[in-house]
């Protein structure tokens, strides 16, 4: 309109243009390990990078955490030959238009298994390592684990365990449950953190793969982490710093493991966690 004013019509300042902010869903990741005070690193991860998910081709990333047995020979080189062998495996499946992925976790897990397996024996001891992975496809996420690192799921502010142990403890609950076994048994057995399945192992059986697609919703964030993480942390622990919204998803996964070194100086293990966030991002 119009501002007439002392016989003259002036025109209004021009109204300022809204820019349209158009945003496209992203998985953002990132991944921080420590040797604690341990000699070596016996850890191994891997994360793809971070990437925005694209409407008109498969957008797969995969992560994982490979914990290398301290207790037996060459932990460390059996951790990083699953790392890479997976990684390299998902290298050739990443682009495909059609994957099925949980039997592509089941392949790799029997075929880094025996690859472990036939590593020359010292004094009689073999390697191994524990495994625990997933696969973001567009919107939907696959798992597998094998031992005793864990992936969690926080969504809405609450944090869920996906993975169950492989120990000797895991063992000892099913036959309380199916009434083999007394819980005054139960407790009174030892060494229940003992592994049951391992990658190395020979003949793998126990191995828990997801058998589909889980769907993702905007803000799940996904934890894979070595037992250095949970052995000293709770679950509340974890969850707090995951659900800050005064720090970077980077500045999360440095704190959840710089927490676990500073609250075990005397006999934390290597300690390493992955970070997988589904959100959307601007598109400039």
């Known amino acids: 309109m119009f501002v007439k004013g002392k016989g003259m019509s002036v025109l209004p300042e021009k109204m300022p243009i809204t820019e349209r902010i158009r945003t496209v869903p992203e998985i953002r990741t990132c991944s921080y390990m420590d040797t604690g005070n341990r000699e070596y690193q016996q850890d ?6 971070t990437k925005k998910l694209a409407a008109n081709k498969r957008t797969r990333l995969l992560g994982l955490v490979c914990d290398g047995m301290g207790g037996m020979a060459d932990g460390g080189r059996a951790s990083e030959t699953a790392s890479q062998m997976i990684s390299q495996a998902f290298e050739r499946i990443e682009h495909e238009e059609d994957v099925n992925i949980p039997l592509f976790f089941k392949r790799g897990i029997v075929a880094t298994d025996r690859t472990i397996h036939e590593f020359p024996k010292e004094n009689g001891r073999g390697s191994g390592t524990t495994m625990v992975a997933v696969i973001i496809e567009d919107e939907h996420f696959y798992w597998a684990s094998v031992g005793d690192s864990r992936i969690y799921l926080l969504r809405d502010g609450q944090l869920t365990m996906l993975t169950r142990d492989h120990n000797y403890d895991m063992r000892l609950r099913q036959m309380v449950s199916e009434g083999s076994m007394s819980v005054e048994e139960y407790v009174g057995k030892k060494q ?6 391992f990658l190395g192992i020979g003949s793998i059986s126990l191995m828990d793969i997801s058998p589909g697609a889980i769907p993702l919703v905007l803000g799940d964030t996904l934890l894979l982490c070595s037992d250095g993480v949970t052995k000293t942390l709770s679950d509340e622990q974890i969850r ?3 659900i800050s919204d005064r720090i970077s998803m980077e500045d999360g996964a440095r704190q959840l493991v710089e927490l676990a070194v500073h609250e075990n100086t005397k006999s934390q293990d290597n300690t390493s966690v992955v970070l997988m966030r589904y959100m959307e991002t601007e598109l400039r």
């Open 44 to 49: 191994a991860v891997f994360v793809s990078r």
């Open 192 to 197: 229940k953190e003992a592994l049951i399945s």
């Open 240 to 242: 707090q710093i995951l």
